[in-house]
């Protein structure tokens, strides 16, 4: 199964500041046949159900704020919150979904908290 | 609008059974794979496996192989996880999620409310 590695595992950061979480993955999740990066991030509050934020490493799902930003291909990627909102306190995981025949496995997460 | 509705929680001891019930509602419940996801309280959240409600084909994480059914009620277009033996680290919430396959997987746009079991003796 491909491993998701994320961090850090908490974070603090004031409000208006920019937060930044990383996620590595053990093998490439760049599809060469559509150059698509099959990486998404999830938001997820207590009490609820994961809610996606960004799908193929980068794009925005339709109502996110778009002080959520994507970045990174290939192994390495990175979810960041451009400028902190009290709305925004939550647990990020990454998944990948290139893994077709085993696990679409998460990573650990990262608890995002205002300092 | 598409919906999955989950069953109630549940208390059970170690060594029983527990079926957890995802009713979807809003879309061709044939066209799209069901993916179940547990997380156990203050943890991560752990893939367990597929159920493609067309055909009944399955794929289940190594981790719960032998002890975990995924099948499907496609007259009321009901999902279902069941896991046997039950142990206290089974104790979590359990989620079904609807996921697009076309070539390749898509992310889950539409979760269940969650489950929670508990096993306790």
């Known amino acids: 199964d491909i491993v998701m590695t994320q961090s850090p595992g908490s974070l603090a950061v004031s409000l208006g500041e920019r937060a930044t979480i990383n996620c590595k993955s053990s093998?490439?999740?760049?599809?060469?046949?559509?150059?698509?990066?099959?990486l998404a991030w999830y938001q997820q509050k207590p009490g609820q159900p994961p809610k996606l934020l960004i799908s193929?490493?980068?794009y925005r799902e339709s109502g996110v704020p778009d002080r959520f930003s994507g970045s990174g291909s290939g192994t390495d990627f990175t979810l960041t919150i451009g400028s902190l909102q009290p709305e925004d306190v939550a647990v990020y995981y990454c998944?990948?979904?290139?893994?077709?025949?085993?696990?679409?496995?998460f990573g650990g997460g990262t608890k995002v908290e205002i300092k | 609008q598409v919906r999955l509705v989950q069953s109630g929680a549940e208390v059970k001891q170690p060594g029983a059974s527990v079926r957890v019930s995802c009713k979807t509602s809003?879309?061709?419940?044939?066209?799209?794979?069901i993916h179940w996801v547990r997380q156990a309280p203050g943890q991560g959240l752990e893939w367990m496996g597929w159920?493609?409600?067309?055909?009944?084909?399955?794929k289940y994480a190594q981790k719960f192989q032998g002890r975990v059914t995924m099948t499907r009620d496609t007259s009321i277009t009901t999902a279902y996880l069941d896991l046997t033996r039950l142990r206290s680290d089974d104790t979590a919430f359990y989620f079904c999620?609807?996921?697009?396959?076309?070539?390749?997987?898509?992310?889950?746009?539409?979760w269940g409310q969650g489950t929670l079991v508990t096993v306790s003796s």
């Open positions: 193929w490493a980068s």
């Open positions: 998944q990948q979904y290139f893994d077709t025949l085993g696990a679409l496995t």
């Open positions: 809003g879309y061709t419940f044939t066209s799209y794979y």
């Open positions: 999620a609807r996921v697009e396959y076309n070539g390749g997987w898509f992310p889950s746009h539409y």
């Open positions: 093998q490439s999740l760049l599809y060469s046949h559509n150059r698509k990066n099959y």
């Open positions: 159920i493609h409600p067309n055909s009944g084909g399955t």
